[in-house]
Nanobody, 118 residues
Framework: QVQLVESGGGLVQAGDSLRLSCVAS????????MGWFRQAPGKVREIVAT????????YSADSVKGRFTISRDTAKRTMYLQMNSLKPEDTAVYYC???????????WGQGTQVTVSS
């Protein structure tokens, strides 16, 4: 089993920055692929960004490209999402995910709320 714990969410103004962190524990060999999803009230959950074990392969959704950066520190078992130039439409609960196969994430964190005011 893998446990994922997110932190770093909060209430900010448009244009501000936040950095989300996700610490993995347990069977971390199952966290080869990690990523961030988000879900806003009344909207479908969407993928934000993903990263592989070495950090050499990343993906960012078009809606966040150029503003959000995903990274990870395998020694610290931690993944990050640096979010710059935040917009009100970025308001959502952000979930950390992990899995052994690309696009198959069997482990989810509890989520952290990000609220961006205009």
């Amino acid at each position: 089993q893998v446990q994922l714990v997110e932190s770093g969410g909060g209430l900010v103004q448009a244009g501000d920055s936040l950095r989300l962190s996700c610490v993995a524990s347990g069977r971390t060999s199952s966290t080869y692929y990690m990523g961030w999803f988000r879900q806003a009230p009344g909207k479908v959950r969407e993928i934000v960004a993903t990263i592989n074990w070495s950090g050499t392969n990343t993906y960012s959704a078009d809606s966040v490209k150029g503003r959000f950066t995903i990274s990870r520190d395998t020694a610290k078992r931690t993944m990050y999402l640096q979010m710059n130039s935040l917009k009100p439409e970025d308001t959502a609960v952000y979930y950390c995910v992990a899995g052994t196969r690309s696009n198959e994430y069997e482990y989810w964190g509890q989520g952290t709320q990000v609220t961006v005011s205009s």
